[in-house]
């Protein structure tokens, strides 16, 4: 679904190359990447295993540094900035859903997507989590811990609890990866309704073709190249 975007910039990534070592040699894992993200846009990121698409969120999100080349996000480069304050800028500005999950295991699940509203002294966090575990179907689960969750259950609250604190981006790596076809298309609906009704960017990787063909646009790796 193409919208007509005219948006500031909120991230540009400027000839992006990461290399790994393994065994002495040098593998080349993304190779001059270069494109922008402008607010409120969704992109979808699809590729096959391997190609690149998980370090590349990776490195958007300042998790990981590239070995050559800049990233700016809101015209911050994170080259110049401290590991503290790029911190900082993910508690408070970027969602991040990674195919692990990341849920504290000691919080239920209303827990866990309270905690960034907390962190972001956001109020009625309480109520505001109710709301989102109720819209992806979970609030019957709301005091389970993630061990006591389905794979597919643990994914849907790392989801709720990326949306929770209203980020100005979503970095999602297969979101809809361990859900089966009918939660993959609530999933997808709450992320793409989500992010439009929020003006929030949005930032998939998926191999899910009709989820890819809903965002504004789709940028497709191979090898580590963007294939155009």
Do not use: W
């Not at 969120?57 to 700016?72: A, R, V, W, Y």
């Not at 005091?143 to 794979?151: D, H, R, T, V, Y």
């Not at 979503?170 to 361990?178: H, M, Q, S, V």
Request: net charge positive; charged share 25%; glycine share 6%.
């Amino acid at each position: 679904m193409k919208r007509n975007l005219k948006m500031k910039k909120l991230y540009k990534l400027d000839n992006i190359n990461l290399n790994y070592k393994v065994n002495g040699n040098d593998i080349r894992v993304l190779k001059n990447i270069n494109f922008e993200i402008k607010k409120n846009e969704r992109v979808a990121i699809i590729g096959e295993s391997g190609s690149g698409k998980t370090s590349l969120l990776m490195l958007m999100s300042g998790l990981e540094k590239p070995t050559s080349g800049s990233i700016t996000f809101n015209n911050v480069k994170f080259s110049e900035i401290s590991e503290k304050e790029k911190t900082q800028i993910r508690k408070k500005k970027i969602g991040l859903i990674f195919q692990q999950f990341y849920l504290i295991p000691n919080y239920t699940a209303l827990e866990n997507v309270m905690f960034p509203m907390q962190i972001n002294e956001i109020k009625n966090e309480n109520n505001k989590a109710n709301k989102i575990l109720s819209d992806i179907g979970l609030n019957h689960r709301k005091n389970n811990l993630p061990s006591e969750l389905s794979g597919g259950e643990q994914q849907r609250v790392a989801i709720a609890r990326a949306i929770s604190f209203n980020p100005e981006i979503i970095l999602a790596d297969e979101p809809t990866g361990n859900l089966d076809k009918k939660n993959t298309e609530i999933v997808s609906d709450l992320l793409l309704n989500y992010s439009t009704k929020k003006k929030i960017s949005l930032i998939l990787v998926t191999h899910n073709m009709s989820l890819a063909k809903k965002c504004d646009r789709v940028i497709k790796l191979i090898d580590g190249c963007i294939i155009v």
